[in-house]
């Protein structure tokens, strides 16, 4: 009988180890480092493994991701070859995040953020403009980005987005590729970053981006910590480059207690929640894709290996 394994050392693995078994009755579920046998290991789900981990298992067929992003498995230097590798793709993991990303737009555009300010200070002022006028742009235009935007767009947001090969979204201006990021980042004033953290988009958002920014910007981060250099960030609102922050993910989370972004007044800190995986959803299909695998059918939601998304 083949082993599907569960390896994620800082998950409830109960529930998922309970779940899988619930949806593979007739199948072995085991949970790392816990491995009865290694040649009957054929699948594997993961969430941050130890790297090394998933070595070792010579009949080795699928590795799922627990969640959207896959930089977390493939960043293991000791990563299988050509085992193909999954993730979840799931409709309320999506709009989960897009009213994650409508949350934080629509309060920095009706200024919340000026008036719980006014609030501690028992200020009462009607402004003469009610709202912020924005110009939204949206890195990554994959199955995330694109329902943000055409959520925004729908809103009636001016909305632009930028992945790496080109689009057509409704009500969207798309660029793609680096030749046109300086058209893109033109008239952007609040910018949602949604890429992917590969070899490509690491430090992406680093004293370079920001120097090359036309206007101050309101940014978000609901990627991936690893797309910001940190330090960069803080120079950036210090100079005005940057106007606010709102940050769902960090290099290191869970962040550290005596982290500077802690007590800026400037960023908003979420700890990374903007969506999380939806284990009921995500059970079944990577279940599924495993039997595929199996079978030796077309999986679902594999990711090219060699673009790292
Ligand atoms: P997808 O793979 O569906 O989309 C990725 C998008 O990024 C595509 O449009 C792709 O372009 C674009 N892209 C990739 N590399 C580049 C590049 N070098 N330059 C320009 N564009 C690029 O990913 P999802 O939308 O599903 O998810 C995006 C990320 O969101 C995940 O990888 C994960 O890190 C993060 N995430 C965060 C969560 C949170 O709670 N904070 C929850 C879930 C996900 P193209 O279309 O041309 O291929
Ligand atoms: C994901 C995440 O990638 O939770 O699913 O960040």
Same mark, same amino acid.
């Given at each position: 009988?083949?082993?599907?394994?569960?390896?994620?050392?800082?998950?409830?693995?109960?529930?998922?180890?309970?779940?899988?078994?619930?949806?593979?009755?007739?199948?072995?579920?085991?949970?790392?480092?816990?491995?009865?046998?290694?040649?009957?290991?054929?699948?594997?789900?993961?969430?941050?493994?130890?790297?090394?981990?998933?070595?070792?298992?010579?009949?080795?067929?699928?590795?799922?991701?627990?969640?959207?992003?896959?930089?977390?498995?493939?960043?293991?230097?000791?990563?299988?070859?050509?085992?193909?590798?999954?993730?979840?793709?799931?409709?309320?993991?999506?709009?989960?995040?897009?009213?994650?990303?409508?949350?934080?737009?629509?309060?920095?555009?009706?200024?919340?953020?000026?008036?719980?300010?006014?609030?501690?200070?028992?200020?009462?002022?009607?402004?003469?403009?009610?709202?912020?006028?924005?110009?939204?742009?949206?890195?990554?235009?994959?199955?995330?980005?694109?329902?943000?935007?055409?959520?925004? =767009?729908?809103? $009636?947001?001016?909305?632009?987005?930028?992945?790496?090969?080109?689009?057509?979204? !409704? %009500?969207?201006?798309? #660029? +793609?590729?680096?030749?046109?990021?300086?058209?893109?980042?033109?008239?952007?004033?609040?910018?949602?970053?949604?890429?992917?953290?590969?070899?490509?988009?690491?430090?992406?958002?680093?004293?370079?981006?920001?120097?090359?920014?036309?206007?101050?910007?309101?940014?978000?981060? =609901?990627?991936? $910590?690893?797309?910001?250099?940190?330090?960069?960030?803080?120079?950036?609102?210090? !100079? %005005?480059?940057?106007? #606010? +922050?709102?940050?769902?993910?960090?290099?290191?989370?869970?962040?550290?207690?005596?982290?500077?972004?802690?007590?800026?007044?400037?960023?908003?800190?979420?700890?990374?929640?903007?969506?999380?995986?939806?284990?009921?959803?995500?059970?079944?299909?990577?279940?599924?894709?495993?039997?595929?695998?199996?079978?030796?059918?077309?999986?679902?939601?594999?990711?090219?290996?060699?673009? !790292?998304?």
């Amino acid at each position: 009988m083949s082993t599907f394994l569960i390896v994620a050392p800082n998950r409830s693995n109960q529930t998922w180890e309970e779940g899988m078994k619930k949806c593979l009755p007739d199948h072995r579920v085991e949970v790392w480092p816990n491995v009865s046998d290694p040649e009957a290991v054929t699948g594997a789900a993961c969430w941050n493994h130890p790297h090394g981990s998933l070595n070792g298992y010579k009949n080795l067929k699928l590795i799922s991701s627990m969640g959207a992003g896959v930089d977390h498995i493939l960043s293991d230097p000791d990563l299988p070859a050509g085992v193909p590798v999954t993730r979840i793709v799931d409709e309320a993991l999506t709009y989960t995040m897009t009213r994650y990303l409508l949350a934080v737009t629509l309060s920095w555009h009706r200024r919340l953020d000026v008036y719980q300010k006014e609030q501690k200070e028992h200020v009462w002022h009607q402004k003469a403009r009610p709202d912020r006028p924005l110009h939204i742009g949206i890195m990554g235009l994959g199955v995330l980005g694109k329902d943000i935007a055409g959520n925004l =767009a729908g809103l $009636g947001f001016d909305v632009k987005g930028y992945s790496r090969s080109p689009k057509q979204i !409704e %009500g969207v201006r798309c #660029y +793609a590729g680096e030749e046109e990021m300086d058209d893109f980042l033109k008239d952007v004033n609040f910018l949602i970053n949604l890429l992917p953290l590969t070899s490509d988009t690491k430090n992406m958002l680093d004293k370079s981006f920001f120097d090359r920014l036309p206007h101050p910007i309101c940014l978000v981060n =609901a990627a991936r $910590g690893g797309h910001l250099v940190e330090e960069d960030l803080l120079t950036a609102l210090d !100079e %005005g480059k940057v106007e #606010y +922050a709102f940050l769902d993910v960090f290099r290191k989370e869970p962040l550290p207690e005596d982290h500077p972004f802690w007590d800026r007044e400037d960023i908003l800190i979420t700890p990374h929640i903007a969506s999380i995986t939806n284990i009921d959803a995500a059970i079944p299909q990577i279940a599924e894709n495993w039997l595929r695998a199996e079978r030796g059918d077309p999986l679902r939601n594999e990711i090219d290996r060699s673009r !790292e998304y």
